[in-house]
């Protein structure tokens, strides 16, 4: 099975700030990579899909960049409404697995 | 608009059994393969099955193997999760999320999940 190895698993900053958070699988996963948020009580939203390919109506703040095992994702400025946890997911095999997610909080 | 919505979670014992449902409503839901993705309490996502569009494959994750059953019924847009012989581990919301695409790896990329349904494992 690939796992998903995402840090950091918590992060603190302000509103403005440019956050970064990576991503590594196991194995080469190309670009089958997925980037979900979730707030608390919410069911995981898409945001970032193959990888680089922002989701429809999401923010353009979100990018995601990587192939191979390393990946970034990045919100270039971030916004009150960004405090979530977020989560990568490959599917390029099965079972499909997430990372352990990033808890983004404000400071 | 695309809408999943779970339902049949609750308490149970261990050992005991419980089916899940999600019905699927604005989109051709024989054309899309669908999954059951679950969350511990504060934990993180775990994909637990899936079922391609006609229901003629299906896939589990090794930690339920043998005991979960996943199947559609394509006639009233239902997917359905049986669970049995159920553990305090399966303690979990249970959300259904649908495939994105016509390609097999395209079934295991979720732009669409239901709010989940919460299934507790507990005597």
């Known amino acids: 099975d690939i796992q998903m190895t995402q840090s950091p698993s918590s992060l603190s900053a302000s509103v403005g700030d440019r956050v970064t958070i990576t991503c590594q699988a196991s194995?080469?996963?190309?670009?089958?990579l997925n980037w979900y948020q979730q707030k608390p009580g919410k069911a995981p939203k898409l945001l970032i899909y193959?990888?680089?390919n922002l989701e429809t109506g999401v923010p353009s703040r979100f990018s995601g960049s990587g192939s191979g095992t390393d990946f970034t994702f990045t919100i270039s400025s971030l916004q009150p409404e960004d405090i979530a946890t977020y989560y990568c997911?490959?599917?390029?095999?099965?079972?499909?697995?997430f990372g352990q997610g990033t808890k983004l909080e404000i400071k | 608009e695309v809408q999943l919505l779970e339902s049949g979670g609750g308490l149970v014992q261990p050992g005991g059994s419980l089916r899940l449902s999600c019905a699927a409503s604005?989109?051709?839901?024989?054309?899309?393969?669908m999954s059951w993705v679950r969350q511990a309490p504060g934990k993180g996502l775990e994909w637990v099955s899936a079922?391609?569009?006609?229901?003629?494959?299906?896939y589990y994750a090794d930690s339920v193997k043998g005991r979960f059953t996943i199947s559609r019924d394509n006639s009233k847009n239902t997917l359905y999760l049986q669970m049995n012989s159920l553990r305090a581990e399966d303690t979990a919301v249970y959300y259904c999320?649908?495939?994105?695409?016509?390609?097999?790896?395209?079934?295991?990329?979720?732009?669409?999940w239901g709010q989940g349904t919460l299934v507790t494992v507990s005597s």
């Open positions: 999320a649908k495939g994105g695409g016509l390609r097999f790896l395209e079934w295991f990329s979720w732009a669409y």
């Open positions: 604005g989109f051709t839901f024989s054309s899309y393969a």
């Open positions: 079922i391609s569009g006609s229901g003629g494959s299906t």
């Open positions: 194995q080469d996963i190309s670009n089958y």
């Open positions: 193959d990888a680089s």
């Open positions: 997911q490959q599917y390029d095999n099965l079972p499909p697995a």
